[in-house]
């Protein structure tokens, strides 16, 4: 009986997360471009509320007060100035969608060529003002294993910290949430943010799946191009972000464009080399 009850009070928490699984990947296919909230008639009651804002652009007050995964008081500002980051709003007691989020982050960030702690950083910051370190600094070593890449441990910052610190960050990233007491967890969308090095906001990406490309490309858009390669440099010419599917597409017009550049290029040099090839060739004895 102990063992059914603990199954039936579990059903709420996996049933909220569907639905904000739900209001997350409606984000690939929002009403306006500024919003990813869902049609009202799709989700009940205070789910309505659920969904991120899109402020690119915004500056995140960098003067909030956290503490890090090991206890320590920090200001949201020490992780910016020199590198692009990754921020995920979540909470680390979360039963379900935070865990999805986090381990997609993780899943997307590990097979791209930059490493964090040197060309960027990713930022966790708990919504639930009752977390502490000690959760934090388990959330931390379940994603580094997973992650598997040692020697980037002080890329990853897991933070908590007040209401009066959640709040505004929230806010300057548009992302909306809604605490549910009956069930004591937040209903949240499910999303990233990337920020710049002076901690504007760049680029969202929404839903449970961030393709290994886009965050690289976000990443370096973040930069300012301080960040990546010329074949980088290639590919934010042929692909676009699309602020209202959260997606980087590819501009077809420029592919284009690009394929018969290097196709110019190929053919010159197979010129330059059959010249060679035909100069560097011994004449026939007696020639002239």
């Known amino acids: 009986m102990k063992k059914g009850s ?28 500024e919003s990813s909230i869902v049609p009202g008639n799709t989700m009940p009651g205070p789910l309505k509320a659920v969904h991120y ?100 441990e002080a890329g990853w910052h897991f933070l908590s910290g007040p209401k009066g610190s959640i709040d505004p960050l929230a806010r300057a990233v548009g992302f909306q949430y809604v605490y549910d007491p009956k069930l004591d967890q937040f209903a949240h969308a499910a999303g990233i943010v990337l920020l710049t090095p002076e901690g504007r906001v760049s680029r969202y990406f929404f839903g449970i799946e961030y393709p290994p490309r886009d965050l690289r490309l976000g990443l370096i858009e973040a930069s300012g191009n301080k960040i990546g390669s010329l074949v980088d440099q290639v590919l934010l010419y042929c692909f676009h972000y699309d602020p209202v599917i959260g997606r980087y597409s590819v501009i077809t017009l420029r592919l284009v464009r690009v394929a018969g550049l290097a196709t110019v290029i190929g053919l010159a040099l197979l010129v330059v080399l059959l010249r060679r090839r035909e100069t560097a060739q011994p004449r026939p004895l007696g020639a002239a």
Request: aromatic share 6%; net charge positive.
């Open 53 to 152: 804002d899109q402020r690119l652009g915004e500056q995140v007050p960098l003067d909030l007060p956290f503490r890090d995964d090991a206890g320590r008081p920090v200001k949201l500002g020490d992780y910016f100035g020199t590198r692009p980051a990754v921020l995920i709003l979540a909470y680390y007691r979360c039963p379900m969608l935070c865990d999805m989020v986090m381990q997609a982050a993780e899943s997307g960030l590990k097979p791209v060529s930059l490493t964090p702690g040197k060309d960027f950083d990713v930022i966790v910051a708990s919504i639930d003002p009752t977390d502490t370190p000690e959760r934090a600094a388990m959330k931390k070593r379940d994603i580094l294993k997973r992650y598997g890449r040692p020697g980037t």
């Open 6 to 33: 603990k199954t039936l009070h579990a059903i709420p928490g996996l049933t909220l997360s569907a639905l904000l699984l739900a209001a997350g990947g409606s984000a690939a296919a929002p009403l306006r471009a």
